[in-house]
């Protein structure tokens, strides 16, 4: 979780948004998240400034965002705006959850339904796919 100011600085950060974004929390926090983030999710970018423009939070967009090592990891993302008594403490809290294992699954999943409708309800078959998948993993 982050929390940005309308010029979209983020003002704080929790480990687990370090984590993501794989970078130390002290290379996040006073960051702009447009410098920081217009590399390698440009997509984020619009959300927030979605949020700020109709006040209106999004809730569980799906995101992909590709670390540096090339590597693609999938995002439920959420955000609210804060509004507070006096216009200077608007912000928007920024939340990303980590779905990249559940989209991994699923996708095996709909790989297992395909090859299952080639291996049909044979007993051999099936033992002869999963020796296959032993092999391969």
Known sequence: MGILDLDLNIATANNA???????????IVGQNAGNLFRKNVPDLIELLKETIQTRKGIRNYTMEIVGSSG???SYLVSTVIIEEMRASNTGVVLILHDISELTRLRKLGLQ???YGELIGKSEKMKEIY?????DAG
């Open 112 to 114: 297992m339904d395909r």
């Open 130 to 134: 999963g020796l296959i998948e032993q």
């Open 17 to 27: 948004f370090s984590k993501m974004l794989k970078l130390p929390l002290n290379n």
């Open 71 to 73: 590597e693609a990891n």
